[in-house]
């Protein structure tokens, strides 16, 4: 309850840090962005919000177009992609141009590690077919749109994948990338290959 609670409070936060940035706006100020992610772009586990720092412009543009053009953040069991969604509806290009630089300067430091019932070794064996994008060392590959996984937030990642898993997310026809992740993560089967995966990822370095 407690952590609904706190869920709720800091959503009702980010949109009255979004309206009264646009209130504020000469001629615009979108950086309202660290009232969920942190103000050093860290992530915020209370609100299911990635650490922004160190992720790359181009997969950081595809996710804000995707949520401004009702891409993701649409399903109904999405909370956290629903909450994102009024965030990036408002945001013109010339936004995302500004606060994909401004987030670029910020220093990236690798995550902690949160996910304790993981099985690395078994996490090995089916980071495999993720490594074919993803890179080895879970380091990203643009040429084929997919992101850097190590240093990212491990409960993010869990979450994502659970919804990647459920249909919650890369469902829209629009989502190529997203229809991919589904295809993929529906190798790891539950919850507990999940975690697995995960854990193995948490010993690679960016």
């Known amino acids: 309850m407690f952590k609904t609670f ?10 009255g840090g979004a309206g009264a940035a646009e209130s504020e706006r000469e001629p615009f100020d979108d950086r309202y962005c660290t009232t969920c992610h942190g103000t050093e772009g860290r992530g915020n586990e209370g609100v299911q919000a990635p650490r922004l720092a160190g992720m790359e412009p181009w997969y950081l543009r595809r996710q804000l177009e995707n ?3 009702d ?5 109904p069991e999405d909370r956290e992609g629903i909450a994102m969604r009024p965030m990036a509806t408002k945001l013109t290009d010339e ?16 995550a902690e590690v949160t996910i304790k019932d993981g099985d690395p070794s078994r996490g090995r064996g089916l980071y495999g077919g993720c490594a074919v994008c993803h890179g080895a060392n879970a380091e990203g590959n643009e040429s084929l749109g997919a992101p850097a996984l190590a ?6 990642l869990v979450t994502q994948l659970k919804n990647f898993l459920a249909g919650y997310r890369g469902a829209h026809p629009n989502d190529t990338y997203g229809a991919q992740m589904r295809t993929m993560v529906s190798t790891l089967r539950n919850e507990a290959g999940i975690l697995n995966v995960v854990s193995y990822i948490n010993t690679l370095s960016r």
């Open 6 to 15: 706190l869920a709720l409070s800091l959503f009702i936060a980010c949109i």
């Open 67 to 69: 949520f401004r053009g």
């Open 71 to 75: 891409i993701r953040g649409v399903h």
């Open 95 to 110: 936004s995302i141009d500004d606060i994909i630089e401004w987030i670029f300067g910020w220093e990236y430091i690798p």
């Open 151 to 156: 240093g990212q937030n491990d409960w993010y």
